[in-house]
C-alpha cells in the first residue's frame, strides 16, 4: 500500500509504529486501515489516491496512544498543543489532538484530511468531512475491537448509510458515557445533534 507520506514509506511506517505501539493497539490500528479501506471502496471511493488516505489515516490515527505522560507532556509543550478543560481532566482524550499534530510533525503528513480525521477519530464533530467519518466509523467497528450487541445493526449499515452509521455509534458512545456516570465531551454532543437531524 501506497502511504500519504513522502518521510516514510509502507514498511517502514509500520515499522516504526509496531514499536511505537503495544501489540493490540498495533493490531487495532492495521484493523482500523484496513477496515477505513472497505468502507472508502464500498462508498465509490477507491482511487490510489482516496485509498492511500484512509489507509494512512487508519495507521496513524493512534499514533499518540501509547505515549507516557511524561513524553505525552513533552510534545504538548514542545508543539503548543492547547487542551481544553477537558482533556485536562480526562487525558485519555488528548491522543487524538496529540496525534495529528505528531501525524503532521514526525511522520510527515501534509494532507489536511488525514490530519483531521486523527484530530476527530475519537469524540467525532459536527459535519465531518467523508475521511473524518470514516476514520471515526472505522475506529469503532473494525474486527479487533470487542464485540458489543450494537454491532450487528452498525456494521453492515456503516457500508450502505454512513451518516445514519456515525448517529448509531455516537448514540451509542453517549449511552454508555451516561451508563458509567462519566462526562461527554462537547464536539461529540454537537456531533450527534448534527447526526440526529442527518
Not at 493490531?27 to 477505513?36: D, P, Q, R
Not at 481544553?84 to 495529528?100: N, R
Not at 450487541?149 to 457500508?159: A, F, G, Q
Request: aromatic fraction near 10%.
Amino acid at each position: 500500500m501506497i502511504v500519504c507520506t513522502e518521510k516514510y514509506n509502507d514498511d517502514e511506517l509500520r515499522a516504526i509504529l509496531r514499536k511505537k505501539l503495544d501489540p493490540s493497539r498495533y493490531e487495532h490500528s492495521l484493523g482500523v486501515a484496513y477496515t477505513a479501506c472497505s468502507l472508502f471502496l464500498a462508498h465509490g471511493h477507491g482511487s490510489t489516491e482516496e485509498l492511500s488516505r484512509a489507509y494512512t489515516a487508519g495507521l496513524l490515527h493512534d499514533c499518540a496512544k501509547c505515549l507516557d505522560e511524561e513524553k505525552s507532556e513533552k510534545y504538548i509543550k514542545k508543539y503548543n498543543v492547547e487542551l481544553s478543560e477537558m482533556e485536562k481532566a480526562h487525558p485519555f482524550l488528548i491522543h487524538a489532538k496529540l496525534g495529528a499534530v505528531l501525524a503532521k510533525e514526525k511522520y510527515g503528513i501534509t494532507d489536511e484530511e488525514i490530519i483531521s480525521s486523527i484530530r476527530w477519530h475519537t469524540t467525532g464533530c459536527s459535519d465531518m468531512s467523508f475521511t473524518e467519518a470514516v476514520i471515526f466509523s472505522a475506529d469503532f467497528i473494525e474486527p479487533n475491537r470487542r464485540q458489543l450487541p450494537c454491532y450487528e445493526e452498525i456494521r453492515p449499515l456503516i457500508y450502505r448509510d454512513l451518516d445514519k452509521a456515525v448517529y448509531l455509534i455516537l448514540k451509542h458512545t453517549i449511552e454508555h458515557l451516561k451508563s458509567k456516570g462519566q462526562p461527554i465531551e462537547e464536539h461529540t454532543l454537537q456531533a450527534f445533534e448534527y447526526y440526529k437531524s442527518r
